[in-house]
């Protein structure tokens, strides 16, 4: 795969740091590190592990977790082509606070800790839009946990499956498409609930038709509204 230019504006999805970025910067992150591939459902990052580097998603989507002390697993986010993962222990020094696996194949920038904190040095406004995201992601969270305190299952589910199909889904012939393979479980841990509750959720949202299908770890919303209604936006 040829490597991006900064021509490639429409290419990054304007939520992502590549997408925040003006031409300059972005083209100058885009020339540190170095390539890497992945195939699918391979650990990029782990949870507790004491390396610093980030990866920039080039091409591809993962998918962010988090595991407990008993093993339960927890899907926190996702992460598309222009995002930047792994920056927390980057900049803190810290060991990973969630671990990082492919959804598909992916092609990633890996960056140095030390590289990035000098393309932070000299590019100011590079820094200010890296902390507009880690700040939309933090506000993300907290809503998340907003909705848990005030909303039953079914409509947590709903405002999720809303916001990512809203974000990373397409348009198409029957309706709109996430297009990512994530299976009920790990779409109901994002709204803060057990996987026993997850199928009943589910059950709840295919009853309303809001969502026709579930199937091979697709979600499929025939009318965009309609589910935004039924989650009370």
């Known amino acids: 795969m040829p490597l991006p230019t900064a021509t490639q504006d429409l290419a990054w999805p304007s939520n992502s740091l590549l997408g925040r970025l003006r031409e ?41 977790q988090a595991s407990d002390e008993t093993g339960n697993t ?14 927390m222990s980057a900049l803190d020094q810290k ?19 030390a590289e990035l904190t000098a393309f932070l ?15 939309d992601r933090l506000r993300w969270a907290n809503q998340r946990r907003r909705d848990f305190l005030s909303h039953p299952a ?4 709903a405002r999720v499956v809303c916001e990512l199909v809203q974000t990373y889904g397409r348009e198409e012939a029957e309706g ?18 057990k996987p026993r509750t997850a199928e009943k959720a589910f059950s709840d949202l295919r009853k309303a038709g809001v969502v026709v299908s ?14 935004r209604e039924f989650a009370s936006y």
């Open 24 to 64: 300059g910067p972005r083209q100058e992150l885009l020339n540190i590190g170095t390539v890497v591939r992945y195939p699918a459902d391979k650990e990029v990052i782990e949870q507790d592990a004491s390396d610093t580097h980030v990866l920039l998603l080039l091409d591809g989507v993962v998918k962010v």
């Open 74 to 87: 927890a899907l926190l986010a996702i992460r598309v082509a222009g995002d930047l993962v792994g920056e």
């Open 95 to 113: 060991p990973r606070s969630a671990t990082v696996v492919t959804c598909g194949d992916v092609v990633a920038k890996m960056i140095s800790a």
């Open 121 to 135: 040095h000299r590019r100011y406004d590079a820094f200010l839009e890296l902390f507009a995201m880690t700040n």
């Open 154 to 157: 079914a409509e947590r589910v």
């Open 176 to 193: 709109w498409v996430l297009g990512i393979p994530l299976t009920k479980v790990e779409l109901a841990s994002i709204a803060g609930m």
């Open 214 to 227: 579930h199937l091979r770890r697709n979600v499929v919303v025939p009318d965009l509204q309609r589910l």
